[in-house]
């Protein structure tokens, strides 16, 4: 018999004596999937397509470009993206107005493309939901262009209205409400000698969903996209699709004096309507239907932007009567909610009102950015981007997770006037532009250090690119040590567990500045998470939070960090670890002899390969450390 065979057998009889009178436990996926359903626990990665990766050399991110680098989402470990609106638009507000529903933005590719995309995807396991905007239409749609013309059965698609008439015979808005994005939102229509409603640019006049016309119109929508190989829907400013009819005047808010501002005025006649929960609900049937008649498909899901309040939002999952409306309304506390100056009570608190709201059944999701808001790094600080991809990937249920947030990118706020394309910086004009411009989050990806960052060829991009480029780029991530890129992977590794999937929860706030979390199943390992909001190190101080402190050993910590994977942090007695400012880590609790399964699975991979030297060194570590853990870090086999 030679050497190698004899160093496994000498190994599985090692580990066989190691789990002798215990339990397993593990911090690794099970064989079988023993939660409810695909998206309950997954973590869903943002694509803004205009700038993740272009094809073809125009400046401008499209299809292709992403079905090319869909294996680095696998890669990473993503297994369902959500794409911002690829649909055929004059591109407006990037998107957000769309002019034909079925159809693909030429600037991106073309429908045979989207159907690579989509087949690309499912080969690597990755669900595809789509960015559905049907609050409002561009002005070039066929629809609105018939309503304009008041063509038969089109007169209704819109709000139109007369509009008041003044003494001197002109004639102005009918009511003070204002859009979103500043002004009026009432523009006048010379062909049709009447106004429309818009709340966002007044290229995107609001459908009225007042008339089953436009609800069977959207149906069919949702319809033709299932049929492509969707896997659900992201509803863009669900809470707008509704307006008081009687076009009441709002209350006055009290918090500016511009009445062209949309802080003017209480939105009550314009926002969060109580049909738009029945329409939500509608559409949640429509999808369980779908779902029913296509068994051997996954759910087909829906996830709501709304926002609104906490109770509103509730019920988005569930009403007082039961019926189920959204799979997962968006949760933006991480962004509303939650500053840079925040402390550690503001974090756990806006984590237990959100699980104590939520209907008991349903999944939690927490969104730390997306291409509305400054991103996490220039929110809360660079040194804040490990430990806010702690907090967002191992707390129960879903993350959502927007392009570049797990390399760290940061906002570009140096964009000129000149490069600026915003819709709401333009309208503001050259002097505040950068205080509401969402261009500097929606900057594009950054591959490497080369030209464009990798993005493009192109003499010129859409937007510039960071400059922080050179240095800030995923393979000088991949290539390095230690990197914001690699403790993502790590934690979408750690997601996999059961304890993560199904493990009860326990948050609170250890002094001012810091917080831990809890996870706890029957015969697993705890893991514990840490987080520290302040600028300064933190002694930390876990005797009061783990009541009987037992061997707590380090599963991830950032990339500033003193301490490193495998260290064991708490033995028999201390109860103290030093944070770094900003920081966080990831620990395990162990209370006896057992090896976890992710380093189980390590073993296994390592005998499998028949490697000699690494089983040798795998056996004589340990040995050497008494079972309790492996001293080489996963990452670099």
Not at 47 to 74: E, H, M, V, W
Not at 122 to 144: A, C, M, Q, R, T
Not at 152 to 181: A, C, I, K, M
Not at 628 to 634: G, L, M, P
């Amino acid at each position: 018999m030679t050497i190698a065979p004899l160093i496994k057998i000498l190994l599985f009889s090692l580990l066989l004596q190691q789990e002798s009178g215990s339990v397993m436990s593990g911090l690794v996926k099970s064989e079988s999937e023993d939660f409810i359903d695909w998206w309950q626990h997954t973590v869903f990665y943002q694509i803004y397509p205009r700038s993740f990766k272009d094809s073809n050399g125009d400046g401008i991110g499209d299809l292709r470009g992403i079905t090319s680098q869909l294996q680095y989402l696998a890669d990473t470990g993503i297994s369902a993206t959500w794409l911002s609106p690829i649909f055929q638009s004059p591109m407006v507000d990037f998107g957000y107005d769309i002019s034909d529903y079925k159809a693909i933005q030429p600037e991106y590719g073309t429908m045979q493309d989207f159907e690579e995309l989509i087949d690309t995807a499912y080969n690597l396991g990755i669900k595809v939901v789509l960015d559905f905007v049907p609050n409002h239409s561009s002005d070039k749609h066929e629809w609105f262009l018939k309503s304009a013309a008041k063509e038969p059965g089109y007169e209704d698609f819109y709000v139109w209205h007369d509009g008041l008439l003044q003494d001197n015979g002109t004639r102005s808005p009918p009511n003070n409400w204002q859009s979103v994005f500043y002004g009026s939102a009432w523009e006048w229509h010379e062909g049709r000698q009447q106004y429309y409603l818009h709340q966002f640019t007044k290229e995107q006049p609001d459908l009225n969903f007042r008339n089953p016309k436009v609800v069977q119109a959207m149906d069919n929508v949702l319809l033709f996209w299932l049929n492509k190989g969707v896997a659900g829907f992201r509803i863009d400013a669900v809470n707008h699709l509704f307006e008081d009819d009687t076009l009441q005047d709002e209350p006055l808010s009290a918090k500016t004096q511009d009445p062209l501002s949309y802080d003017y005025t209480r939105h009550i006649y314009t926002k969060d309507l109580p049909e738009v929960l029945q329409m939500v609900q509608h559409w949640r049937k429509l999808l369980d239907d779908f779902s029913a008649k296509h068994p051997k498909g996954p759910t087909r899901i829906m996830m709501t932007e709304a926002y609104a309040g906490l109770t509103q939002l509730a019920d988005y999952y569930e009403d007082v009567s039961g019926t189920k409306g959204s799979h997962l309304p968006f949760n933006f506390h991480f962004i509303t909610d939650v500053k840079g100056d925040s402390d550690a009570r503001d974090y756990v608190y806006n984590v237990e009102k959100w699980l104590i709201y939520m209907p008991r059944g349903h999944a939690a999701n927490w969104v730390m950015g997306n291409h509305d808001n400054p991103r996490v790094a220039s929110r809360f600080g660079p040194a804040s981007v490990d430990a806010m991809n702690m907090l967002l990937l191992t707390l129960p249920g879903v993350a959502v997770t927007y392009n570049g947030e797990e390399l760290g990118m940061q906002d570009y706020r140096e964009i000129s006037w000149e490069d600026t394309v915003d819709p709401p910086a333009k309208n503001v004009g050259e002097e505040l532009y950068k205080e509401v411009s969402r261009d500097p989050e929606r900057t594009p990806f950054q591959w490497n250090n080369k030209k464009n960052a990798g993005f493009s060829d192109s003499s010129k991009t859409w937007l510039p690119v960071h400059p922080n480029y050179l240095e800030l780029n995923l393979e000088a991530q991949k290539a390095a040590n230690k990197s914001h890129y690699k403790v993502y992977t790590d934690l979408i590794e750690l997601r996999k567990s059961a304890i993560m999937r199904l493990g009860r929860f326990d948050i609170e706030p250890l002094s001012r500045w810091v917080f831990a979390f809890k996870r706890e199943y029957p015969n697993f390992e705890s893991i514990i998470t840490i987080i520290n909001v302040s600028d300064e190190e933190q002694l930390v101080d876990l005797s009061e939070f783990l009541s009987q402190p037992k061997k707590l050993v380090v599963e991830i910590c950032g990339v500033d960090s003193n301490y490193k994977y495998g260290d064991i942090i708490l033995g028999d007695g201390g109860g103290q670890l030093n944070l770094a400012p900003r920081g966080g880590i990831v620990l395990s609790e162990r209370s006896g002899r057992i090896m976890s399964e992710r380093r189980r699975t390590l073993v296994k991979q390592l005998v499998k390969s028949g490697n000699v030297v690494l089983v040798a060194l795998l056996v004589y570590n340990l040995w050497r450390h008494k079972w309790t853990k492996v001293s080489f870090n996963q990452q670099r086999f």
